[in-house]
């Protein structure tokens, strides 16, 4: 039980990898804030981890807001005292060529993926820094190491998170809070389930192709599981890990390395 007492906020909680990644801390021993902007969903995860752990609640919350995240944070600290580890794993991907995207969805996906993690960081890095330790983990991606086609905004929100982590691990490494970025591969969650139609849409191939060409290309022959990316987030986030700071960990099954 690594994490035993311990209190985790994830966001984007009540599914996908922020589900496993509730679980597996669930699962060691620490308290989980599932905070998601559906609601009922991350209701519904956190009674599904009350049968691990009873300590384990739920959160509204959308990233969007900063008022919303502030309300989170004193929302969790009243309930548990205390913040150990922050999972920003709420994100989505808009795919799309550059030369017909809309501004409208970019403005989306910055306000969630770089915006959010920013506010969410900043709010839970003043409990932090008052506790004098703390772990934050961001969730980039595989794009946030290298640019692809229909992918170009979606990278450039993940690349970010990535420099936000480098310069945020610095910032707090006095304080002996610990910063670092997973970037996952191609994980089996809702998100490929939709960017595999959206693909096929924008491609003219049919469903599947997209995800099939993507397993291919996978050195370790099979499709990321949400386990995965939590397994390496649990690391992070414990003891073993606690000389790493300003770090992002690819977990792609080789299919990235730098
Ligand atoms: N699935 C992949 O292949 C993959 C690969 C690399 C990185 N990622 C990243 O991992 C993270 C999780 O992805 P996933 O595949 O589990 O996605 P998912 O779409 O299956 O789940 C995302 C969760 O985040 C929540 N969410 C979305 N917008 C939110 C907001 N504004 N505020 C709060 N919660 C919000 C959703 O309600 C949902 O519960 C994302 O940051 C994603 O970019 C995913």
């Given at each position: ?187 089996r969650?809702?998100?490929w389930t939709?960017l595999d139609k959206d693909l096929a849409?924008?491609q003219?191939s049919r469903e599947g192709e997209a995800l099939e060409l993507r397993r291919k ?6 499709l ?35």
């Open positions: 039980m690594r994490f035993q007492e311990r209190v985790v906020m994830v966001t984007g909680g009540a599914r996908g990898i922020g589900l496993a990644i509730a679980q597996r801390f669930a699962r060691e021993g620490a308290a989980v804030a599932v905070c998601d902007k559906d609601g009922e969903g991350a209701r519904r995860a956190a009674e599904e981890l009350a049968g691990v752990q009873s300590a384990s609640r739920a959160y509204a919350l959308d990233v969007r807001s900063t008022d919303g995240v502030q309300a989170a944070v004193d929302a969790i600290t009243r309930d548990y005292g205390r913040i150990d580890v922050l999972v920003n794993n709420a994100g989505i991907t808009i795919p799309g060529p550059v030369v017909d995207f809309a501004e409208v969805d970019w403005d989306l996906m910055v306000d969630v993926n770089l915006k959010g993690v920013f506010r969410c960081a900043q709010r839970v890095a003043r409990v932090m820094v008052a506790q004098g330790s703390g772990r934050i983990i961001n969730i980039s991606s595989e794009s946030g190491k290298t640019g692809k086609p229909l992918f170009a905004l979606y990278a450039a929100t993940k690349f970010g998170v990535i420099g936000f982590t480098q310069g945020l691990a610095m910032e707090l490494a006095p304080h002996g809070i610990t910063v670092n970025a997973v970037c996952p591969g191609i994980v969650t809702e998100m939709q849409r924008l003219g290309s996978i050195p370790l022959g099979r990321q599981e949400p386990a995965d990316v939590a397994g390496v987030v649990a690391f992070l986030a414990s003891e073993d890990a606690g000389y790493m700071t300003g770090q992002s960990v690819n977990v792609t099954g080789g299919r990235e390395v730098h």
